[in-house]
């Protein structure tokens, strides 16, 4: 096994509010993002499986939550990303990239327009564990000093997913049921004060409930208690959102990923690209326009044999065009399957592949995304 | 016949000059569940310490090595299409390959089933 030798800076592994609720529950503990985390319990096919068909109990307290508000906030973070965060009404939230000079994507994001209070306008966002810190230097570097940013240490974030989410969530919190996907609303559960969106990142309907870490424990407890639910590791949430389609930061997006290489084009709205004014603005309209080098392409593995991160992508000549990004074998899916960046001529859905990892080749076919069918519950337009 | 286990979590079961090799109960509950075995070909010659076999989880890859150096006789063709079975019996049905052992002091060198359960039970 390795160690640590070769790092100069050992940086302690940092424990959540549910450290000693996870390790109870038989959760197997591994250094994730700086945090003791969960990767399993009972095991993580028999987990991925139960989060499609009931509801999966996920802890991912060590995702930056965030919150934002002073005067002039609405544009100030619209310069930062390409979301139209000025047209997004009270209480819905939206997905976005925090983006560097040359339209790099420096992380993935949620945010949720909370209503304005005496000191102006209000924002929460959630980003990735790993990036925290870096994402809030950035903004501190690129927000107006009349702008405050407080980051929620003192809360957890759990995540319950699945079709039967919403069935053991309204037992403790009712109400719930009332939202629709992206939407979010403030609850009370035994005196303390709940933030709840639904949304998640299986591609199943579900919530995400930000909580005081005091109550986490109580909560997870009540939660655990319904018949729907079960504690999911994160081995579970990475083949999930795989079979999804979503991409995971620090695997499929990084700075040298434009929101276009990444077929994330949805993030660009529409009054964003008509007025630009957001980070590499130029260069991610061009692409937009004119295609990219390369694009994000999901892929069915031939055979049985997982392909992870790191296998190369071969052109017919068995050059190295493209690199596997994330890949593993899909639990609902029954097969192995991948993301991948590949040359743009290479990215329609139907052209088979090669892929060499470990010295092996193996066969692939690029297909659309996501690979199981999400199932959001979206309200009526 | 006598079963023998190395560090790396291989059994050997040696009858005569023939050995069968898989993974250990402990490593299969290490790994998890089990999605594919590529196991070595008859004829394929091994030295001890050789990757011998892959075997692939959910979440990794990991090398099989051989705990002694012989020719391969045969590869367990069951676990191509039923990789879990080095999940549900990893010290029977499920074991990797057998092949003829060319050094049988090479077994001198392994742990027998008390050592090893001692050995897990340090982990």
């Known amino acids: ?381 | 016949m006598s079963r023998y286990f190395t560090e790396d979590h291989e059994w050997i079961d040696v009858d005569g000059d023939v050995g069968t090799v898989g993974i250990s109960d402990y490593a299969q509950g290490q790994l998890g569940d089990i999605v594919f075995v590529d196991v070595p070909e008859a004829g394929k010659s091994l030295a001890k310490g050789d990757e011998a076999a892959v075997v692939e989880s959910v979440k990794a890859a990991s090398d099989v090595y051989s705990p002694v150096s012989g020719s391969v006789i045969e590869g367990n063709a069951a676990l191509a299409d039923e990789p879990g079975l080095v999940n549900t019996d990893p010290e029977g049905e499920g074991w990797f390959f057998k092949l003829t052992l060319s050094d049988a002091s090479q077994l001198d060198g392994l742990m027998d089933e008390t050592a090893y359960q001692a050995f897990v039970a340090k982990l």
């Not at chain 1, 068909?53 to 544009?75: C, K, N, W, Y």
């Not at chain 1, 560097?100 to 209000?122: F, Y």
């Open chain 1, 1 to 381: 096994m390795s160690d640590h030798d070769d790092e100069d800076v050992i940086i302690e592994t940092m424990t959540l509010p549910l450290d000693g609720w996870h390790r109870a529950h038989g959760g197997r503990m591994v250094e994730f993002a700086g945090y003791w985390m969960p990767v399993q319990f009972e095991g993580i096919m028999a987990e991925h499986l139960w989060t499609r068909e009931s509801a999966g109990l996920f802890d991912v307290s060590h995702m930056g939550q965030i919150t934002f508000r002073g005067e002039g906030l609405v544009p100030a973070l619209e310069a930062m990303m390409p979301a139209d965060i000025a047209g997004l009404a009270l209480n819905r939230a939206r997905y976005s990239l925090l983006l560097d000079e040359g339209g790099g994507i420096l992380d993935d994001l949620m945010l949720t327009r909370l209503p304005a209070d005496e000191d102006g306008e209000r924002i929460y966002m959630v980003v990735n564990g790993a990036t925290k810190y870096d994402d809030i230097a950035h903004m501190l570097d690129h927000l107006p000093d009349d702008i405050t940013l407080n980051l929620m240490e003192d809360h957890a974030l759990l995540a319950l997913q699945g079709p039967k989410a919403v069935d053991a969530l309204v037992r403790l919190v009712p109400g719930v049921d009332a939202l629709v996907f992206m939407q979010a609303a403030p609850f009370t559960w035994q005196g303390h004060n709940l933030w709840i969106s639904r949304s998640g990142y299986t591609g199943e309907d579900g919530f995400e409930i930000s909580i005081p870490a005091e109550g986490v424990e109580a909560f997870a407890d009540a939660l655990l208690e319904q018949p729907e639910v079960k504690p999911i590791g994160l081995g579970a949430r990475d083949s999930l959102r795989l079979e999804a389609g979503l991409p995971l930061y620090g695997h499929d997006l990084s700075p040298e990923i434009t929101p276009v290489m990444a077929e994330l084009g949805f993030a660009l709205f529409k009054r964003r690209r008509e007025e630009g004014g957001f980070p590499g603005a130029e260069r991610i309209l061009a692409e937009r326009e004119n295609g990219p080098i390369t694009k994000r392409v999901g892929l069915l593995v031939e055979g049985r044999q997982p392909v992870r991160e790191g296998a190369t992508v071969l052109d017919e000549d068995g050059s190295t065009v493209g690199s596997v990004t994330s890949g593993g074998f899909a639990p609902s899916v029954g097969a192995p399957i991948a993301m991948a960046y590949v040359p743009l001529a290479m990215a329609t859905p139907g052209t088979r592949i090669q892929l060499s990892q470990r010295g092996k080749v193996h066969a692939a076919t690029v297909t659309s995304m996501p690979f199981v069918p999400h199932r959001y519950v979206r309200g009526a337009k």
